[in-house]
């Protein structure tokens, strides 16, 4: 079975720093396009970046220059440093991986059960 289990929310004032993280695990054969996606209270699910298998990233706008995406091929894991925190930054935040298990011919996509960002005035 696969787990994205994601790690490093917390409570932090505007203008600090957090680390998140997330680590693929179970079996599996290979993955593609690794990304961190928030939720805030009362809106839609966002893309905040993505990165793919060969390190090329995307952000959305509100984030560019505050948020760095990286991964670990080796580690199956997805890193968000984010810094510069803003208050309207408070989500949830969503690890994503699209992800072909060992054995299967499909590729799914597959998410973490997210982690709490809240960012205080």
């Known amino acids: 079975q696969v787990q994205l289990v994601e790690s490093g929310g917390g409570l932090v004032q505007a203008g600090g720093s957090l680390r998140l993280s997330c680590a693929a695990s179970?079996?599996?054969?290979?993955?593609?396009?690794m990304g961190w996606y928030r939720q805030a209270p009362g809106k839609q699910r966002e893309l905040v970046a993505s990165?793919?298998?060969?390190?090329?990233?995307n952000y959305a706008d509100s984030v560019k220059g505050r948020f760095t995406i990286a991964r670990d091929n080796a580690e199956n894991t997805v890193y968000l440093q984010m810094a510069s925190l803003k208050p309207e930054d408070t989500a949830v935040y969503y690890c994503?991986?699209?992800?072909?298990?060992?054995?299967?011919?499909?590729?799914?996509?597959?998410w973490g059960q997210g982690t709490q960002v809240t960012v205080s005035s």
């Open positions: 994503n991986a699209q992800l072909r298990p060992s054995g299967s011919p499909y590729l799914g996509n597959y």
């Open positions: 990165i793919t298998r060969g390190g090329s990233t």
């Open positions: 179970g079996r599996i054969f290979s993955i593609n396009d």
